[in-house]
Antibody, heavy 120, light 110 residues
């Protein structure tokens, strides 16, 4: 059974940093692209970033480009999102997600999410 | 402002058929397939429709998707109380080089 479990969320001051983790199980992580998607309280879904299975190619939404870094450790079955220079508008539940199959497939399997709150 | 446009709300009575629209442009819906998600309160999204009109296993055939040009629709027939949720359309955008979602439609079953 595919399982994704996010961790690392919490309260951080504006300008601060946070590193999210996503522990994957039930499948071979290196075989899949992985995504981060976020959802601000009471708002809709917003794609944040994608990384290829080998970790070589990464893409980001304009809103986080230059501040967030996606990475992965396939040996430890873990996906990461390093978030720097955080802003109030980054406050959201962050989900990691896996596509159905190919890298251009939509997110299919989702974790339960981890809440990031940016506030002084 | 979401790249894909959805009505913020929709409603229907049990047994009715409702449709939710999703409007985009040539760089997203016009070029790539559309997917639909259902999100119940306090839970992660669930993939409902992929590749315009395909249902993952376990999704009832009451749910169907269609696409024409730069617009897509999700139809729910035989509406049930458990269908009350938020619904999101999503597709890849070639200009933005990323996934884009609609703003979401909150479906109320009266």
């Amino acid at each position: 059974e595919v399982q994704l479990v996010e961790s690392g969320g919490g309260l951080v001051q504006p300008g601060g940093s946070l590193r999210l983790s996503c522990a994957a199980s039930g499948f071979t992580l290196i075989s899949y692209c992985m995504y981060w998607v976020r959802q601000a309280p009471g708002k809709g879904l917003v794609w944040v970033s994608r990384i290829t299975g080998d970790g070589i190619i990464t893409t980001y939404a304009d809103a986080v480009k230059g501040r967030f870094t996606i990475s992965r450790d396939n040996g430890k079955n873990t996906l990461f999102l390093q978030m720097n220079n955080l802003r109030a508008e980054d406050t959201a539940v962050y989900y990691c997600a896996r596509p159905r199959g190919a890298c251009n497939d939509p997110p299919d399997y989702w974790g339960q999410g981890t809440l990031v709150t940016v506030s002084s | 402002q979401s790249v894909l446009t959805q009505p913020p709300s929709a409603s229907g009575t049990p047994g009715q058929r409702v449709t939710i629209s999703c409007s985009g442009s040539t760089s997203n819906i016009g070029t790539n397939t559309v997917n639909w998600y259902q999100q119940l309160p306090g839970t992660a999204p669930k993939l409902l429709i992929y590749s315009d009109n395909q249902r993952p296993s376990g999704v009832p055939d009451r749910f169907s998707g269609s696409k024409s040009g730069t617009s897509a629709s999700l139809a729910i027939s035989g509406l049930q109380s458990e269908d009350e949720a938020a619904y999101y359309c999503a597709t890849w955008d070639d200009n933005l080089n990323g996934w884009v979602f609609g703003g979401g439609t909150k479906l109320t079953v009266l």
